[in-house]
């Protein structure tokens, strides 16, 4: 069966621009998350999708940052005015259910580029 | 705080060696979960194992296996006999139910390079 897919791969912008990241989870899994990871880091949380709500969106930096996921399936990470700050890898992250440290699948990423 | 300690930022180790990767976490909760995964040079994040605050039970999977002590706050990670496949970053993770939410996200510590050279 396919993982967890993300598009694109690699996203250049400039400062100040918009811009959307997509993650397509496993099917059948209700719970989604998003981390980014700076170079040389760990991932760091941002938010948490439960079927189609945020359920825990206390990781988001500021409030340039919003996600969604209208249909309990595809989520699209939305960066507004993106700041060179913002360069990163951004991770997507699905499993079967929330909670109960299920184990997380996660996707190859988006490398985001800020210049 | 910091929540998960990976102390060892880089290791290098001749194959067939065994290694030791140590992880150090802190938490209050009394139900947590520790997790360690692997990032290649391709970049994807793989899953190696999970494990439960209430089960303290080492593990041993081929030739890999894990050391969880409570007493200490540790889950270490040991690859017996290590290969160049092996290369990779090791993240160790711990996984709470933090903001009162429900999410039980991941903590992850920096992580530790391993390099195994032929």
């Known amino acids: 069966g396919a993982g967890v897919s993300q598009t694109p791969s690699n996203k250049v912008t400039e400062k100040g621009k918009y811009v959307e990241l997509r993650c397509d989870p496993i099917?059948?899994?209700?719970?989604l998350y998003w981390y980014r990871q700076s170079l040389g880091q760990g991932p760091e949380f941002l938010i948490y999708f439960q079927g189609t709500g945020a359920a825990d969106d206390s990781g988001l930096p500021n409030d340039r940052f919003f996600a969604v996921r209208p249909e309990g399936s595809v989520s699209t990470l939305k960066i507004q005015r993106t700041e060179r700050g913002d360069s990163a890898v951004y991770l997507c992250a699905s499993s079967l259910m929330g909670g109960s440290g299920n184990e997380q699948f996660f996707g190859p990423g988006t490398r985001l580029t800020v210049l | 705080a910091q929540k998960v300690t990976q102390a060892q930022t880089e290791i290098s180790v001749v194959e067939k060696e065994d290694v030791t990767l140590d992880c150090v976490y802190e938490t209050r909760d009394t139900t947590y979960y520790l997790f360690w995964y692997k990032q290649p040079p391709s970049g994807e994040l793989v899953f190696l194992i999970r494990?439960?605050?209430?089960?303290?039970q080492n593990e041993i999977s081929g030739r890999y296996s894990w050391n969880f002590q409570k007493s200490t706050s540790s889950f270490n990670f040991t690859i017996t006999a290590s290969q160049v496949v092996d290369s990779a970053v090791y993240f160790c993770?711990?996984?709470?139910?933090?903001?009162?939410?429900?999410?039980?996200?991941?903590?992850f510590g920096k992580g530790t390079k391993l390099s195994v050279i032929p």
């Open positions: 494990r439960n605050s209430f089960d303290e």
């Open positions: 993770a711990l996984s709470e139910d933090y903001s009162g939410a429900g999410s039980y996200q991941l903590t």
């Open positions: 099917s059948g899994h209700t719970a």
